[in-house]
C-alpha cells in the first residue's frame, strides 16, 4: 500500500478536537435534568472521565466512551494512541478496564479499508498491553476518520478516585508530561523535525496503568487524566469540583523539552484547541502570560494522572512512585478558595 498520512484528511487532531468547555456547557444546560438513580455513584455532575455504577456487591462498574480524528499520521499508531486514551478514563477513576469495543468512522472512498484494519491492529495491541479484549465494536462511512473506543472496567468502591473531593494542603503531581498538542500540531504543518518525531506518540501510546494502582492509596484525595482541555482545564475541574482553588509553580510544571518546544512555539505552531481552552476558563486563571498559555492550556492527546495527595504525605506518594519506576515531583498545591481558581506563579 502507498505510504498515506491520515492527518491529511481531518481538520482537527486527537483531543484536540473536543468541543471547547465553554460550548460543552451550554450543551449540557440544554440537554435536561438526567433522572435520579441512587446506583449511580458517578455521573457528570463534577465532570469527571467515566461514569460508575455500583453494582450492590462492594464493587462498582466503571463506563467510559473516547474517541477522536487522527492525531498521528501512522494507522497503527493512531489506532493505539486512540485506545490508551479511552482506556486511560477507567485508570483516572482508580479501576480496572476489563473489556473495549471499537468506534470506528471511515472515509471509505478516500482511504483503502486496510489503513482502517491497521487502526484496528494498534487498538488491539493497546488492549493487549491492558490486559483486556477488543471484543467487538461499530463502524460507520464517516466524512473523516475517526476512531476511539468504549471501554468498561471495575473498581472496589473504597478505592474509587474521583476528580473532586480534594482539600487544602493536597499536593500536585503529574505523570506525563504536557506539551504533545504542540508537538502535534508541528506534525500537521509538515514542520515537524524528524529527531523529534517519537516524542509525542510515545508519550500518548504509554498507558496510565498506574492509576489501578493509585486507587489503593488512600492518601489520593483526587486524580482525573490531562486531555483535550489542558492541564489548567482538567485542573480547574478538580478545583471547581472540590470547592477549592490553586497555585501552580510553573517552572515545576512536568513538560516535554522546553528549548523544543520553544522552537515549535517560535514558529507557531500552537494547537486550535489552545486558544479554545483559554476562551472558557481563562478568566478563572491568574499569572498567564500568553507563553504560559500556550503550554498551561495546550490540549493533551493520551495524557497523564492529575493527583492531589494528602498534605504530610508526599514523601510516601514519590517512595511509592519511585518502586514503580516513575520520579515524580509536585508542581503546586491546593489552597482554600479564593478570587481566582488557579494562580500560577
Known amino acids: 500500500m502507498e505510504p ?26 440544554t440537554a435536561g435534568k438526567q433522572t ?31 474517541f477522536f480524528m487522527p492525531i498521528v499520521d501512522d494507522p497503527i499508531k493512531f489506532g493505539r494512541i486512540a485506545s490508551v486514551n479511552a482506556i486511560s478514563d477507567v485508570y483516572a477513576m482508580g479501576g480496572k478496564p476489563i473489556m473495549a469495543i471499537a468506534i ?34 461499530h463502524s460507520i462511512d464517516c466524512p473523516e476518520p475517526v ?14 478516585k474521583k ?12 505523570t506525563k508530561k504536557i506539551g ?32 489501578e494502582a493509585f486507587g489503593k492509596l488512600n492518601y489520593i484525595e483526587a486524580m482525573t487524566d490531562v486531555t483535550g482541555f489542558g492541564l489548567m482545564g482538567h485542573l480547574t475541574e478538580m478545583c471547581e469540583g472540590s470547592d477549592i482553588s490553586a497555585e501552580v509553580l510553573f517552572d515545576m510544571v512536568p513538560t516535554i523539552d522546553k528549548e ?3 522552537y515549535y512555539l517560535n514558529l507557531k505552531s500552537v494547537p486550535g484547541g489552545t486558544n479554545r481552552n483559554f476562551e472558557s476558563y481563562g478568566h478563572k486563571i491568574e499569572g498567564l502570560d500568553d507563553y504560559k498559555k500556550a503550554i498551561l492550556c495546550d490540549p493533551q492527546t493520551s495524557g497523564g494522572l492529575l493527583v492531589a495527595v494528602s498534605p504530610g504525605h508526599e514523601a510516601d506518594f514519590e517512595a511509592f ?22 494562580t500560577v506563579i
Open 260 to 262: 523544543i518546544l520553544n
Open 180 to 211: 504533545v498538542g504542540i508537538l502535534t500540531t508541528a506534525q500537521k504543518k509538515n514542520i515537524l523535525l524528524p529527531e523529534h518525531a517519537d516524542i509525542a506518540p510515545d508519550s500518548m501510546m504509554q498507558l496510565n496503568k498506574i492509576g
Open 163 to 174: 476528580n473532586a473531593g480534594a482539600t487544602a494542603g493536597c499536593k500536585l503531581y503529574l
Open 36 to 66: 435520579a438513580f441512587p446506583q449511580l455513584l458517578v455521573g457528570n455532575e463534577t465532570k469527571d472521565d467515566a461514569a460508575v455504577y455500583d453494582l450492590g456487591n462492594g464493587t462498582a462498574l466503571v463506563s467510559t466512551t473516547d
Open 4 to 29: 498515506i498520512k491520515l492527518t491529511q484528511y481531518s481538520h482537527g487532531a486527537g483531543c484536540g478536537c473536543k468541543i471547547s468547555p465553554k460550548l460543552l456547557d451550554e450543551i449540557l444546560k
Open 147 to 160: 476512531f476511539g473506543l468504549a471501554v468498561s472496567g471495575l473498581v472496589d468502591i473504597p478505592h474509587l
Open 104 to 137: 470506528l468512522g471511515w472515509p471509505i472512498d478516500k482511504i483503502a479499508p486496510e489503513y482502517a484494519g491497521m487502526v484496528l491492529d494498534g487498538a488491539r495491541q493497546a488492549c493487549a498491553d491492558a490486559g483486556i479484549p477488543l471484543a467487538g465494536g
Open 321 to 342: 512512585c519511585l518502586l514503580q519506576n516513575m520520579t515524580l515531583h509536585s508542581f503546586g498545591k491546593l489552597v482554600a478558595k479564593n478570587k481566582a481558581t488557579i
